[in-house]
Nanobody, 124 residues
Framework: VQLQASGGGLVQAGDSLRVSCRASGLIFDYSVMAWFRQAPGKDREFVAAISMINGNTNYANSVRDRFAISSDRADNTLYLQMNSLKPEDTAVYYC??????????????????WGRGTQVTVSS
């Protein structure tokens, strides 16, 4: 299964943006799907994850109450709604998926499949 992220762009601080991750196969084959991001010169950082089994979610403290992760099984698509964007949210956003374990994890090594990423730039 291939994952393709899209929807990134250039926005101003305080704006909202929704990025999407379309799977070439069935997303309910996955146990957990997640979003990570990577800013220039920094390590890849966990943003949010959702269990495809029970719908539980987990967020990084830096985005809690501003971002929302969701999935649409009919469209085989994962979404990340980002509100009240800040310049520090600027990064390439990647979607990731795990088939092996039902537990939500913030560690990149738990995820087997990765999308190519979409750039989100927030100007001040």
């Amino acid at each position: 299964v291939q994952l393709q992220a899209s929807g990134g762009g250039l926005v101003q601080a305080g704006d909202s943006l929704r990025v999407s991750c379309r799977a070439s196969g069935l997303i309910f084959d996955y146990s957990v799907m997640a979003w990570f991001r990577q800013a220039p010169g920094k390590d890849r950082e966990f943003v949010a994850a959702i269990s495809m089994i029970n719908g539980n979610t987990n967020y990084a403290n830096s985005v809690r109450d501003r971002f929302a992760i969701s999935s649409d099984r009919a469209d085989n698509t994962l979404y990340l709604q980002m509100n009240s964007l800040k310049p520090e949210d600027t990064a390439v956003y990647y979607c990731a998926a795990n088939k092996r374990t039902p537990a939500i994890s913030s560690l990149p090594q738990y995820y087997d499949d990765w999308g190519r990423g979409t750039q989100v730039t927030v100007s001040s």
